[in-house]
C-alpha cells in the first residue's frame, strides 16, 4: 500500500526523462522556426527574426503553459496551484521571461547562423572564378 508522501514524492528519473523531452522539444521548436523563417516567410534582416520569433515563443509559451504543464499535477511544481504552493515554485513572470529570452536568444542565433550560410557561397564562387580565370 502506497503513502501519500511515496505518490507525490519526486524521483530522479522523470526529471532526466522530462528534461530530454524538453531539449527534444526546443530542438524542433527551433527547427520548424528556422524552416517557417526561411520557407515561407523568407525573413532576411534582424528585426523580422525578432518578431517572427516573438510570435513563435509566445505560440510556444501558450502551448507549454496551457497544454504540457497542466498534464501531471496541474502543473506542480512549475507553476503555483493549489497542489504547489512555497519558496519553490516559480512565479508566472520567470516563465513568461524565459520565454522570451529563449525566442530572443533563438533569433540572434538563427540570424548569426543564416548570415554565415549567406557569406560562404561568395566566397567560394569567387573562389572558383579566380581558379577559371
Known sequence: MDTPNARNAYHWWPIVIGA?????????????????????????????SIGLDAV???????????????????????RETAVAT????APNWVWILGFTLSGFAAAVC?????????VQPETVSRAEHQEAA
Open 20 to 48: 530530454l523531452f524538453l531539449i527534444a522539444y526546443w530542438g524542433v521548436q527551433g527547427l520548424a522556426f528556422a524552416g517557417i523563417a526561411d520557407r515561407v516567410y523568407r525573413v532576411r534582416t534582424m528585426l523580422g
Open 56 to 78: 513563435s515563443s509566445f505560440v510556444s509559451f501558450m502551448l507549454f503553459w496551457y497544454m504540457v504543464l497542466p498534464i501531471a499535477r496541474d502543473g506542480a511544481p512549475f
Open 86 to 89: 512555497g519558496s519553490f515554485v
Open 110 to 118: 538563427y540570424r548569426a547562423f543564416r548570415s554565415r550560410e549567406l
